[in-house]
């Protein structure tokens, strides 16, 4: 069956830096747009970066523009988000949508980050 599974959420300290990971199964990972979404207490879930099937392009919110990277790696099925100079605003419980061009999507199940000292 398909599955994505997050990790890498927690907490951190502002400025601090984390890694997410989501590892995908069960669908051809490489045929499918990775992304990252967030969804904070009483706000809507919101796009944070999305990734090209091979790679080569990726979109950002404003709002993490500078300071997040998406990548992903078709050998080893898995999308990462690598997330530095972290604000509290950025506290949200972050997951990873495959996307497809027919239409067919799958979401993971979420990880929590939390920022704050």
């Known amino acids: 069956q398909v599955q994505l599974v997050e990790s890498g959420g927690g907490l951190v300290q502002p400025g601090g830096s984390l890694r997410l990971s989501c590892v995908a199964s069960?669908?051809?990972?490489?045929?499918?747009?990775m992304s990252w979404y967030r969804q904070a207490p009483g706000k809507e879930r919101e796009l944070v970066a999305g990734i090209s099937r091979a790679g080569g392009s990726s979109n950002y919110a404003d709002s993490v523009k500078g300071r997040f990277a998406i990548s992903r790696d078709n050998a080893k099925n898995t999308v990462y988000l690598q997330m530095n100079s972290l604000k509290p605003e950025d506290t949200a419980v972050y997951y990873c949508?495959?996307?497809?061009?027919?239409?067919?999507?799958?979401w993971g199940q979420g990880t929590q980050v939390t920022v704050s000292s």
């Open positions: 949508k495959a996307g497809s061009v027919t239409g067919n999507s799958y």
């Open positions: 069960g669908f051809i990972f490489r045929s499918y747009v």
